[in-house]
């Protein structure tokens, strides 16, 4: 089954899902919506993905950690904000507040929660405009 796509051509459906157009009714659909969409059908991935990170941030905050105490090699604080602001904010606090490891810089005591509230909102926009698309 093939979708027109304009000026005489068509598309099927899986190449015009491919490209990032979601096509209903005669209309080209692009943009955010669309990502939203994709990632509220797909949400067991991204919630185990989301989940994976924030398992592996509260690991590199305990490691980091350990190491402290041993005067050792340390996790990077770039790498610890970088885990962080990639989906494994909630990780992040989780791992400051259990180990109290980072709880007295600034830099981790307002960025990773701020992380974390755009991250939530994030989520919240896509199950809300999952939905509606």
Same mark, same amino acid.
């Given at each position: 089954m093939c979708v027109f796509y304009g000026?005489?051509?068509?598309l099927s459906r899986r190449t015009a899902y491919i490209r990032g157009i979601m096509v209903r009714g005669g209309q080209r659909r692009h943009g955010m919506?669309?990502? !939203?969409? !994709?990632?509220y059908? %797909?949400?067991v991935i991204f919630l185990a993905l989301f989940v994976l990170m924030n398992l592996l941030t509260m690991a590199m905050f305990h490691s980091d950690k350990k190491k402290a105490e041993?005067?050792?090699f340390r996790i990077p604080e770039r790498d610890l904000l970088g885990f962080s602001a990639c989906f494994g904010a909630?990780?992040?606090?989780?791992?400051?507040?259990?180990? %109290? %490891?980072?709880t007295r810089k600034p830099k981790f005591f307002l960025l990773?929660? !701020?992380?974390?509230?755009?991250q939530l909102?994030?989520?919240?926009?896509? !199950?809300?405009w999952g939905r509606a698309a």
């Open positions: 000026r005489g051509r068509y919506k669309f990502i !939203f969409r !994709f990632i059908d %797909h949400n041993k005067n050792a909630l990780g992040g606090i989780l791992g400051m507040i259990l180990f %109290h %490891h980072k990773v929660p !701020f992380f974390a509230i755009i909102i994030l989520i919240n926009l896509v !199950f809300k």
